[in-house]
């Protein structure tokens, strides 16, 4: 099982960036997948999250209207486009899977985001 993360790096305030996760190893279709995002001293928090078929989302107030979470269930792969980038988006961010019948959960390695002028 892996999940790969990829996209990050340093961008300043106000631009984007897109992350990528690419999943293998299990049947993505059957996972809810999410953002996390951990900076430093700080606490795990969820950005976002997606329904296994993409038809539903969510995410965190301090997210809502700049980032937007996205899947393609034919290539594996779920998205977070960032917008509108602040300093305090800097963080890890971590995609993370969880199974909807069993919640067996997987986590990838994670991509530095730095938000700096």
């Known amino acids: 099982v892996q999940l790969v993360e990829s996209g990050g790096g340093l961008v300043h305030p106000g631009g984007s960036l897109r992350l990528a996760c690419s999943a293998s190893?299990?049947?993505?279709?059957?996972?809810?997948m999410s953002w996390y995002r951990q900076a430093p001293g700080k606490e795990r928090e969820l950005a976002a999250v997606?329904?296994?078929?993409?038809?539903?989302?969510n995410y965190a107030d301090s997210v809502k209207g700049r980032f937007t979470i996205s899947r393609d269930n034919a290539k594996n792969t779920v998205y977070l486009q960032m917008n509108s980038l602040k300093p305090e988006d800097t963080a890890v961010y971590y995609c993370?899977?969880?199974?909807?019948?069993?919640?067996?959960?997987?986590w990838g390695q994670g991509t530095q985001v730095t938000v700096s002028s």
């Open positions: 997606i329904s296994s078929t993409g038809g539903s989302t």
């Open positions: 993370k899977a969880v199974g909807r019948i069993l919640s067996t959960t997987y």
């Open positions: 190893g299990f049947s993505f279709r059957s996972y809810d």
